[in-house]
């Protein structure tokens, strides 16, 4: 019985992914290619972040807030706000977000690289493709992953704010009093190392599958949306396990 091919992808990804941070560790870093990839995961994704943050928030009041509001528990919106979004709605957004803008494009770029043989000719010039093209990726996604996630969930919980009180009337100094009672010291840190860990999954998937990557141009679309595919699925499986050892009692 044959091995089903994403599983073969999935066991090479690996491998790259283990190669690329054996190399990070050693510190083989291209630092031009490093900066380029960082402002491609960084300030090139920002916008689109904003404003999905700018909706959640907004969006969670009016489902949320409403209801609150009924209830005659204004002073628990702000609290419900932080803690949805620090333990789950930011870093599972955000790595949506990313692998809908960043890992497309590694896929893509990895894929046509591959079947049009550059890949090849970089090995001939006796330079290592891993290092020359995933690591820089790796270390990008790593260092913005989290970045990108702060700024959703400080984006969110403002605009979260602004809708409660033009809204429904709940004073500021309410609402902010109730993210500082709920939240608890390790709900950031924690919120940080869910998006390093899809940051370094999203990277690792989507070059893994760039470069394994197999036929003519066509198959370079077939590969991204595997790959795409891949990360939500495997994201959403980590996020499982990530949410039982961080915030399970």
Same mark, same amino acid.
Do not use: H
């Given at each position: ?11 090479? @990804? ?7 941070? @054996? ?140 809708? @409660? ?24 840190? @924690? ?59």
């Amino acid at each position: 019985m044959r091995t089903p091919r994403w599983l073969q992808r999935l066991g090479s @990804s690996l491998m790259i992914g283990g190669q690329a941070v @054996s190399a990070i560790a050693r510190g083989r870093i291209g630092v031009t290619d490093l900066l380029q990839e960082l402002l491609e995961a960084g300030p090139g994704s920002f916008l689109i972040v904003v404003i999905t943050g700018l909706a959640a928030g907004t969006v969670f009041n009016i489902q949320v807030a409403a209801e609150l509001s009924k209830q005659g528990a204004n002073a628990a919106i702000g609290g419900l706000l932080a803690l949805g979004l620090s333990r789950e709605i930011a870093p599972l957004l955000t790595a949506t977000l990313l692998t809908g803008k960043v890992a497309t494009a590694y896929a893509a770029q990895l894929g046509t690289m591959k079947v049009t043989e550059q890949i090849d000719a970089i090995t001939m010039l006796r330079t290592d493709p891993v290092e020359y093209l995933v690591v820089p990726r790796v270390l990008a996604m790593v260092v913005m992953s989290p970045v990108q996630c702060l700024l959703f969930f400080w984006v969110a919980i403002w605009s979260g704010q602004m809708s @409660s009180t033009i809204l429904y009337s709940v004073p500021p100094a309410v609402f902010w009093n109730s993210v500082r009672t709920w939240m608890e010291p390790n709900d950031l840190p @924690s919120m940080l190392v869910k998006a390093l860990v899809f940051g370094l999954l999203i990277a690792v998937l989507a070059c893994g599958w760039g470069l394994t990557t197999r036929g003519g141009p066509k198959e370079v679309g077939t590969s991204t949306t595997g790959a795409v595919v891949m990360i939500l699925v495997t994201v959403a499986l980590v996020d499982v396990v990530l949410t039982q050892v961080l915030f399970g009692t």
